[in-house]
């Protein structure tokens, strides 16, 4: 098993894979990827290959787990490329529970990472069009998450409680960027909300659209993955995060070294692929940069106030760069705006 992070005990394999029926295992390989709380290996056995999962606390309520399952059934059975759930030979149920886990075994998907080409960027904004048109009819009893990132109260009050240490400036640092980030944030909002958010339709949307959740073979999705944060939201929140993650650049170890710019070339390729299945009206065009400003803020925030990093990075020094990208935004959110509506 991989150092770091959690992983599965040869005892408790054993268990779990005795539930389903894949005939001889020759091969279990730990696979890296994803969240480090969530251990996840590649089985080889006589009847395919395999992905094992144990779903970490917090993302373990079995009835948020079957909707996301029910999620997934009703989009494979319109065609879209999500991986396949196998069940267990003894109770036919795509989420086994022991000892108070949860698992999952799906079909192996062979694929690769985005590619950054235009074609592949385009059918990632295209796919993500897709899985709102498929979902747009989907019915459900369970009662899922509702909301996003935007004029969110939790964002809010996570970005008070951000604090720096008590060196000498330290604090007073600290609270000049996220104090920046909040007037940042509910100047964005105010914006969205004026184009009429409130009145939008709201349906399932994926939640988490960004690289990683994608496979590929040559330029085609072939594979989505990560379920985990879906939600009843507009479908243009997932849009702009889809936007947001396939535009930003950080090609440097040291956030202070990134650029403030976005790849805009990239950015209109995503929202073209989109805008070739489903059409936007002019208002939530308008809208778009601010919700990108909005999902930017918030996916950084949130782990700061709870750890005080980003990944490895410093939380102070990420959500420094946070803000310097949120003002090249702001500087070109109306030429930008203004293509999107050419």
């Avoid at 059975?77 to 999952?104: C, M, Q, W």
């Avoid at 104090?179 to 939640?207: C, K």
């Avoid at 995503?270 to 070739?276: M, V």
């Amino acid at each position: 098993m991989p150092r770091g992070g959690a992983n599965f005990s040869s005892e408790e394999l054993v268990r779990v894979l005795s539930h389903y029926d894949v005939g001889v295992i020759h091969r279990v390989k730990p696979l890296s990827a994803g969240n480090r709380r969530a251990p996840k290996v590649i089985v080889r056995a006589d009847k395919g290959t395999f992905l094992l999962k144990r779903r970490p606390k917090g993302r373990d309520d079995l009835a948020r787990v079957a909707f996301a399952h029910a999620v997934q059934r009703h989009l494979a059975g319109r065609s879209f490329p999500v991986t396949s759930l196998l069940t267990t030979s003894d109770e036919h149920k795509t989420a086994l529970n022991i000892d108070n886990h949860i698992y999952e075994l799906f079909s192996f998907v062979t694929g690769s990472r985005c590619d950054a080409t235009p074609e592949a960027t385009e059918d990632a904004g295209r796919q993500l069009a897709n899985l709102h048109v498929k979902m747009g009819d989907f019915a459900h009893d369970y009662e899922p998450f509702r909301g996003s990132f935007h004029d969110s109260a939790t964002v809010r009050q996570h970005l008070k409680m951000i604090r720096g240490d008590q060196r000498a400036g330290s604090a007073a640092r600290t609270e000049a960027v996220t104090q920046s980030l909040l007037v940042r944030y509910d100047r964005s909002s105010a914006r969205v909300n004026r184009f009429g958010y409130e009145a939008w339709t709201r349906q399932v949307v994926h939640g988490d659209w960004h690289p990683g959740n994608l496979l590929f073979s040559g330029q085609k999705v072939v594979g989505v993955v990560d379920f985990d944060s879906i939600r009843i939201a507009p479908p243009v929140t997932d849009l702009a995060n889809g936007m947001l993650q396939f535009s930003i650049v950080g090609d440097h170890p040291d956030p202070a070294e990134w650029p403030d710019s976005f790849d805009e070339t990239r950015l209109f390729q995503f929202l073209g692929g989109y805008r070739e299945v489903t059409r936007l009206s002019q208002r939530k065009l308008h809208s778009l940069v601010d919700l990108m400003i909005e999902a930017m803020i918030a996916e950084a925030v949130l782990p700061v106030a709870a750890t005080g990093y980003f990944g490895h990075h410093s939380g102070v020094e990420f959500l420094k760069m946070i803000v310097r990208k949120t003002k090249w935004l702001r500087r070109h959110r109306k030429e930008m705006t203004e293509a999107m509506l050419a």
